[in-house]
Nanobody
Framework: VQLQASGGGLVQAGGSLSVSCAAS????????MGWFRQAPGKEREFVAA????????TYIDSVKGRFTIFRDNGKIAVVLRMNSLKPEDTAVYYC????????????????????WGQGTQVTVSS
């Protein structure tokens, strides 16, 4: 499976941006897609995830009400729409995909994910 991320860029605080991620290859067993981010000097942190079958979403508390993750037109692809951006949202954003397993998957844990895309920079100026 290959993940191709796009979008991101530079925006002023309070503005909006979207980042997208499309999967290719053997994706029939996809359970969820999501986003993590990593700011300079910090560990990679979970941002949002979408489980495809249940359509259940999970967000880190700091982005709830501001970010929305949704599936792109039935494709194995997701979009993260980011509104009311803050300087602390500045980071490299990474998309990820995890396949179905026989056990529960903790989507907040980066070790749970199977595939990763290249990062895309999001910079929010104050």
């Amino acid at each position: 499976v290959q993940l191709q991320a796009s979008g991101g860029g530079l925006v002023q605080a309070g503005g909006s941006l979207s980042v997208s991620c499309a999967a290719s290859g053997p994706t029939r067993n996809t359970y969820a897609m999501g986003w993590f981010r990593q700011a300079p000097g910090k560990e990679r942190e979970f941002v949002a995830a979408l489980r495809f079958s249940s359509r259940l979403t999970t967000y880190i508390d700091s982005v709830k009400g501001r970010f929305t993750i949704f599936r792109d037109n039935g494709k194995i692809a997701v979009v993260l729409r980011m509104n009311s951006l803050k300087p602390e949202d500045t980071a490299v954003y990474y998309c990820a995909l995890v396949n179905r397993r026989g056990t529960e998957i903790e989507v907040r844990e980066y070790r749970a994910w199977d595939y990763w895309g290249q990062g895309t920079q999001v910079t929010v100026s104050s």
